[in-house]
Protein backbone atom coordinates (compact mmCIF):
# COMPACT_ATOMS: atom_id res chain seq x y z
CA UNK A 1 0.00 0.00 0.00
CA UNK A 2 1.36 3.65 -0.99
CA UNK A 3 0.72 6.54 1.57
CA UNK A 4 2.74 9.67 1.69
CA UNK A 5 4.90 10.03 4.71
CA UNK A 6 2.86 7.74 7.13
CA UNK A 7 3.37 3.56 7.87
CA UNK A 8 0.36 1.90 9.96
CA UNK A 9 0.25 -0.63 12.82
CA UNK A 10 -3.14 -2.77 12.67
CA UNK A 11 -3.87 -4.72 15.73
CA UNK A 12 -7.01 -6.10 16.50
CA UNK A 13 -9.84 -3.47 16.19
CA UNK A 14 -6.66 -0.67 16.05
CA UNK A 15 -3.87 0.39 14.29
CA UNK A 16 -0.60 2.18 15.23
CA UNK A 17 -0.01 5.08 12.87
CA UNK A 18 3.70 5.73 12.74
CA UNK A 19 3.64 9.61 11.38
CA UNK A 20 6.48 10.70 9.17
CA UNK A 21 7.45 14.17 9.36
CA UNK A 22 9.11 14.20 5.98
CA UNK A 23 6.59 15.17 3.49
CA UNK A 24 8.08 12.69 0.65
CA UNK A 25 6.59 10.48 -1.65
CA UNK A 26 7.63 6.77 -0.81
CA UNK A 27 6.56 3.43 -0.53
CA UNK A 28 5.44 2.51 3.49
CA UNK A 29 3.78 -0.70 4.83
CA UNK A 30 1.23 -1.56 6.85
CA UNK A 31 2.22 -4.48 9.75
CA UNK A 32 -0.72 -6.41 10.49
CA UNK A 33 -0.92 -7.95 13.47
CA UNK A 34 -4.52 -9.49 13.53
CA UNK A 35 -6.77 -11.51 11.17
CA UNK A 36 -8.26 -8.86 9.44
CA UNK A 37 -5.51 -8.39 7.28
CA UNK A 38 -7.45 -10.50 4.50
CA UNK A 39 -10.68 -8.57 5.17
CA UNK A 40 -9.45 -5.32 4.74
CA UNK A 41 -7.00 -6.25 2.09
CA UNK A 42 -10.23 -7.78 -0.45
CA UNK A 43 -12.43 -4.70 0.74
CA UNK A 44 -15.10 -6.22 3.16
CA UNK A 45 -15.59 -2.69 4.31
CA UNK A 46 -14.35 -0.90 2.08
CA UNK A 47 -10.79 -0.29 -0.20
CA UNK A 48 -8.99 1.33 2.33
CA UNK A 49 -7.02 4.26 1.03
CA UNK A 50 -3.89 4.46 2.86
CA UNK A 51 -2.57 7.67 0.59
CA UNK A 52 -5.13 9.64 1.41
CA UNK A 53 -5.15 10.52 -1.90
CA UNK A 54 -9.04 11.82 -2.39
CA UNK A 55 -8.17 14.72 0.13
CA UNK A 56 -5.96 15.89 -2.61
CA UNK A 57 -3.07 17.70 -0.47
CA UNK A 58 0.07 15.81 1.19
CA UNK A 59 -1.45 16.14 4.67
CA UNK A 60 0.06 15.04 8.23
CA UNK A 61 -2.25 12.94 10.73
CA UNK A 62 -2.56 14.39 13.78
CA UNK A 63 -5.23 12.39 15.76
CA UNK A 64 -7.53 9.61 15.33
CA UNK A 65 -11.02 9.09 16.91
CA UNK A 66 -13.68 6.53 16.26
CA UNK A 67 -12.49 5.09 12.73
CA UNK A 68 -12.16 9.14 11.51
CA UNK A 69 -8.65 10.83 11.28
CA UNK A 70 -8.38 14.34 11.19
CA UNK A 71 -5.41 15.56 9.32
CA UNK A 72 -3.61 18.84 8.77
CA UNK A 73 -2.15 20.12 5.67
CA UNK A 74 0.46 22.36 7.56
CA UNK A 75 2.92 20.79 10.30
CA UNK A 76 3.06 24.11 11.75
CA UNK A 77 1.37 26.36 12.34
CA UNK A 78 -2.05 24.43 11.67
CA UNK A 79 -4.67 26.34 10.09
CA UNK A 80 -6.35 23.98 7.55
CA UNK A 81 -7.54 20.80 9.15
CA UNK A 82 -10.24 18.09 7.57
CA UNK A 83 -12.00 14.75 8.80
CA UNK A 84 -11.98 12.05 7.05
CA UNK A 85 -12.59 8.24 6.91
CA UNK A 86 -9.69 6.47 4.93
CA UNK A 87 -12.34 3.40 4.20
CA UNK A 88 -15.31 5.38 2.88
CA UNK A 89 -13.02 7.83 1.15
CA UNK A 90 -15.51 10.58 2.41
CA UNK A 91 -13.70 14.02 4.05
CA UNK A 92 -14.78 17.51 5.27
CA UNK A 93 -12.54 20.59 5.16
CA UNK A 94 -13.40 22.34 8.64
CA UNK A 95 -13.34 26.44 8.62
CA UNK A 96 -10.21 28.06 9.79
CA UNK A 97 -9.54 28.33 13.39
CA UNK A 98 -9.77 32.17 14.71
CA UNK A 99 -5.96 32.24 15.81
CA UNK A 100 -2.79 31.42 14.72
CA UNK A 101 -0.18 29.72 17.16
CA UNK A 102 3.25 28.34 16.08
CA UNK A 103 2.39 25.23 18.44
CA UNK A 104 -1.26 23.39 19.35
CA UNK A 105 -1.91 20.50 21.64
CA UNK A 106 -4.98 18.96 20.26
CA UNK A 107 -7.94 16.19 20.82
CA UNK A 108 -10.05 14.84 18.62
CA UNK A 109 -13.44 13.52 19.67
CA UNK A 110 -15.46 12.01 17.37
CA UNK A 111 -19.07 9.80 18.56
CA UNK A 112 -21.59 8.01 17.02
CA UNK A 113 -21.85 4.69 15.69
CA UNK A 114 -21.84 5.50 12.15
CA UNK A 115 -19.18 5.38 9.29
CA UNK A 116 -20.91 8.22 7.57
CA UNK A 117 -19.60 12.08 8.83
CA UNK A 118 -23.70 12.60 8.77
CA UNK A 119 -23.97 10.07 11.13
CA UNK A 120 -21.19 11.45 13.80
CA UNK A 121 -20.91 14.25 15.74
CA UNK A 122 -16.86 15.03 16.55
CA UNK A 123 -15.34 18.52 18.31
CA UNK A 124 -11.84 19.28 17.87
CA UNK A 125 -10.33 21.22 20.54
CA UNK A 126 -7.14 22.96 20.00
CA UNK A 127 -5.10 24.54 22.76
CA UNK A 128 -2.97 27.26 21.35
CA UNK A 129 0.69 27.62 22.97
CA UNK A 130 2.52 31.18 21.91
CA UNK A 131 5.72 30.48 23.48
CA UNK A 132 6.31 26.58 24.92
CA UNK A 133 9.21 27.66 26.95
CA UNK A 134 6.85 30.23 28.42
CA UNK A 135 4.71 28.66 32.10
CA UNK A 136 1.21 30.33 32.22
CA UNK A 137 -1.77 29.81 34.32
CA UNK A 138 -4.18 30.00 31.30
CA UNK A 139 -5.42 27.99 28.69
CA UNK A 140 -6.22 29.26 25.46
CA UNK A 141 -8.40 26.78 23.66
CA UNK A 142 -10.34 26.72 20.59
CA UNK A 143 -13.68 24.42 20.17
CA UNK A 144 -14.98 23.06 16.85
CA UNK A 145 -18.07 21.38 16.60
CA UNK A 146 -20.19 20.04 13.61
CA UNK A 147 -22.91 20.60 14.94
CA UNK A 148 -22.36 24.41 14.35
CA UNK A 149 -19.44 23.89 11.98
CA UNK A 150 -17.44 26.98 13.63
CA UNK A 151 -15.27 27.47 16.34
CA UNK A 152 -15.77 28.82 19.56
CA UNK A 153 -12.74 30.11 21.55
CA UNK A 154 -12.23 30.53 25.07
CA UNK A 155 -9.63 31.26 27.94
CA UNK A 156 -9.44 28.54 31.28
CA UNK A 157 -7.89 29.90 33.88
CA UNK A 158 -5.57 27.47 36.64
CA UNK A 159 -4.66 27.85 39.75
CA UNK A 160 -1.04 26.91 39.22
CA UNK A 161 1.17 27.57 35.98
CA UNK A 162 1.97 24.97 33.53
CA UNK A 163 3.63 24.18 29.83
CA UNK A 164 1.92 22.59 27.71
CA UNK A 165 4.14 19.66 25.90
CA UNK A 166 3.68 20.08 21.76
CA UNK A 167 5.22 16.88 20.64
CA UNK A 168 2.83 16.26 18.18
CA UNK A 169 0.41 14.15 20.25
CA UNK A 170 -3.04 14.45 20.11
CA UNK A 171 -4.61 14.12 24.07
CA UNK A 172 -6.47 11.39 25.23
CA UNK A 173 -10.47 11.69 26.45
CA UNK A 174 -11.66 9.85 29.61
CA UNK A 175 -14.96 10.45 30.78
CA UNK A 176 -14.94 13.24 28.73
CA UNK A 177 -12.06 14.72 30.73
CA UNK A 178 -8.93 15.50 27.62
CA UNK A 179 -5.26 14.70 29.43
CA UNK A 180 -2.55 16.30 27.78
CA UNK A 181 1.33 16.49 29.19
CA UNK A 182 2.96 19.20 30.52
CA UNK A 183 6.78 20.12 29.68
CA UNK A 184 7.65 19.76 32.81
CA UNK A 185 6.30 17.09 35.54
CA UNK A 186 2.55 17.17 35.35
CA UNK A 187 -0.56 16.06 33.67
CA UNK A 188 -3.13 18.88 32.16
CA UNK A 189 -6.49 17.99 32.79
CA UNK A 190 -9.09 20.02 30.87
CA UNK A 191 -12.81 19.16 31.65
CA UNK A 192 -15.06 21.47 28.42
CA UNK A 193 -18.34 20.69 30.60
CA UNK A 194 -17.06 22.58 33.65
CA UNK A 195 -14.54 24.83 31.70
CA UNK A 196 -11.85 24.14 34.38
CA UNK A 197 -8.09 23.08 34.44
CA UNK A 198 -6.39 20.73 36.88
CA UNK A 199 -2.60 19.69 37.12
CA UNK A 200 -1.87 16.04 38.08
CA UNK A 201 1.89 15.57 39.06
CA UNK A 202 3.76 12.24 37.99
CA UNK A 203 4.16 9.69 40.53
CA UNK A 204 6.85 9.37 42.74
CA UNK A 205 8.49 12.35 42.19
CA UNK A 206 9.45 11.81 38.67
CA UNK A 207 11.11 15.58 38.63
CA UNK A 208 13.45 13.93 41.15
CA UNK A 209 14.57 10.75 38.88
CA UNK A 210 16.73 9.93 36.78
CA UNK A 211 15.30 9.00 33.42
CA UNK A 212 16.08 7.61 29.76
CA UNK A 213 12.37 8.10 28.92
CA UNK A 214 8.96 8.71 29.98
CA UNK A 215 5.84 7.53 28.32
CA UNK A 216 1.89 8.60 28.32
CA UNK A 217 -1.01 6.98 26.91
CA UNK A 218 -4.49 4.94 27.03
CA UNK A 219 -4.90 1.21 27.56
CA UNK A 220 -8.44 -0.31 28.45
CA UNK A 221 -9.76 3.20 29.05
CA UNK A 222 -6.94 4.24 31.69
CA UNK A 223 -4.56 6.78 31.57
CA UNK A 224 -0.83 5.07 31.83
CA UNK A 225 2.34 6.26 33.07
CA UNK A 226 5.71 4.52 32.16
CA UNK A 227 9.36 5.51 32.76
CA UNK A 228 12.51 3.92 32.97
CA UNK A 229 16.28 4.51 33.20
CA UNK A 230 18.95 2.10 32.92
CA UNK A 231 18.30 -0.27 35.27
CA UNK A 232 13.98 -0.32 35.72
CA UNK A 233 11.17 -0.01 33.99
CA UNK A 234 8.30 1.28 35.73
CA UNK A 235 4.34 1.85 34.76
CA UNK A 236 1.91 3.62 36.82
CA UNK A 237 -2.23 3.59 35.89
CA UNK A 238 -4.00 6.92 36.88
CA UNK A 239 -7.42 5.79 39.31
CA UNK A 240 -9.79 8.34 40.68
CA UNK A 241 -6.95 10.75 40.11
CA UNK A 242 -4.19 8.61 42.21
CA UNK A 243 -1.09 6.95 41.29
CA UNK A 244 -1.20 2.93 41.16
CA UNK A 245 2.18 1.35 40.37
CA UNK A 246 1.33 -1.82 38.31
CA UNK A 247 4.56 -2.54 37.29
CA UNK A 248 8.60 -2.51 38.28
CA UNK A 249 10.48 -4.80 35.88
CA UNK A 250 14.29 -4.89 35.39
CA UNK A 251 15.06 -3.35 32.29
CA UNK A 252 18.16 -5.58 31.56
CA UNK A 253 16.31 -8.98 32.47
CA UNK A 254 13.39 -7.80 30.25
CA UNK A 255 15.41 -7.64 27.13
CA UNK A 256 18.42 -9.67 27.55
CA UNK A 257 16.78 -12.85 26.89
CA UNK A 258 15.86 -11.69 23.59
CA UNK A 259 19.39 -10.71 22.73
CA UNK A 260 19.48 -6.86 23.01
CA UNK A 261 21.92 -5.87 25.16
CA UNK A 262 22.69 -2.22 24.11
CA UNK A 263 19.41 -1.08 26.08
CA UNK A 264 20.04 2.95 24.46
CA UNK A 265 18.36 1.54 21.22
CA UNK A 266 15.36 0.78 22.93
CA UNK A 267 12.59 3.84 23.29
CA UNK A 268 8.89 3.18 24.56
CA UNK A 269 6.26 4.28 21.48
CA UNK A 270 2.85 3.77 22.78
CA UNK A 271 0.59 1.55 25.28
CA UNK A 272 -1.64 -1.12 23.37
CA UNK A 273 -5.20 0.49 23.39
CA UNK A 274 -6.95 -2.67 24.25
CA UNK A 275 -4.10 -4.67 26.34
CA UNK A 276 -2.16 -3.29 28.92
CA UNK A 277 0.16 -5.81 29.77
CA UNK A 278 1.67 -4.79 26.15
CA UNK A 279 3.81 -1.95 25.11
CA UNK A 280 5.16 -0.94 21.81
CA UNK A 281 8.92 -0.39 21.61
CA UNK A 282 11.42 0.24 18.96
CA UNK A 283 14.88 -0.76 19.01
CA UNK A 284 17.35 1.14 17.05
CA UNK A 285 13.78 1.96 14.47
CA UNK A 286 13.01 -1.91 14.55
CA UNK A 287 9.16 -1.73 16.48
CA UNK A 288 8.64 -4.80 19.34
CA UNK A 289 5.73 -5.74 21.39
CA UNK A 290 6.70 -6.61 25.13
CA UNK A 291 4.12 -8.41 27.19
CA UNK A 292 4.66 -6.82 30.52
CA UNK A 293 2.88 -10.21 32.13
CA UNK A 294 4.77 -12.82 30.19
CA UNK A 295 8.22 -10.68 29.73
CA UNK A 296 8.07 -11.58 26.18
CA UNK A 297 9.46 -9.56 23.01
CA UNK A 298 7.78 -9.94 19.81
CA UNK A 299 10.05 -8.51 17.59
CA UNK A 300 8.20 -7.50 14.26
CA UNK A 301 11.44 -9.32 11.92
CA UNK A 302 9.88 -8.46 8.57
CA UNK A 303 9.80 -4.65 8.78
CA UNK A 304 12.29 -2.65 7.46
CA UNK A 305 14.53 -0.39 10.03
CA UNK A 306 13.38 3.24 10.11
CA UNK A 307 14.95 5.73 11.21
CA UNK A 308 13.25 6.62 14.47
CA UNK A 309 13.58 10.41 15.02
CA UNK A 310 11.29 10.44 11.71
CA UNK A 311 8.37 9.13 13.53
CA UNK A 312 5.40 9.33 15.65
CA UNK A 313 2.75 6.76 17.30
CA UNK A 314 -0.71 7.11 17.88
CA UNK A 315 -3.66 4.93 17.97
CA UNK A 316 -6.19 4.23 15.13
CA UNK A 317 -9.42 2.87 15.70
CA UNK A 318 -10.49 1.59 12.47
CA UNK A 319 -14.59 0.74 12.76
CA UNK A 320 -14.80 -2.93 11.25
CA UNK A 321 -17.28 -5.32 11.77
CA UNK A 322 -20.76 -6.75 11.67
CA UNK A 323 -22.15 -3.07 12.93
CA UNK A 324 -20.21 -1.43 10.29
CA UNK A 325 -21.94 -0.26 7.44
CA UNK A 326 -20.79 1.00 4.45
Not at 58 to 74: D, K, P, Q, R
Not at 175 to 202: F, G, H, M, Q
Not at 215 to 221: H, K
Not at 292 to 301: F, G, P, Q, T, Y
Request: charge should be neutral; include cysteine.
Amino acid sequence: MKTEGHLCYWDSFCSRILKNFMRVNQQHNFLWTSDQEKDVREGKWGALDASLSMIGHTVYIVASSNGFLLCSIEREPQMHYCVCNPITKEWVALRKPHKIYMYVALAFICEGNHTSLDGVHFTVVRAGVSNPRKRSTELEVETFSSDTGEWKESTILCASPFTLAVANQPGFVVDKIIYWKDLRSLLVAYNPTKKCVDLIELPGDAQNVVCWGDLFGLSEGVIHYARHNNCYLEVWVLMKAQWERTHKLSFAMMFRQHGLNEYKGLSMKAFHPFDSRRMLFTWHGRPLWFDLESRKADIVSHHPICNQLLYDYFVYEGRFGSSASY
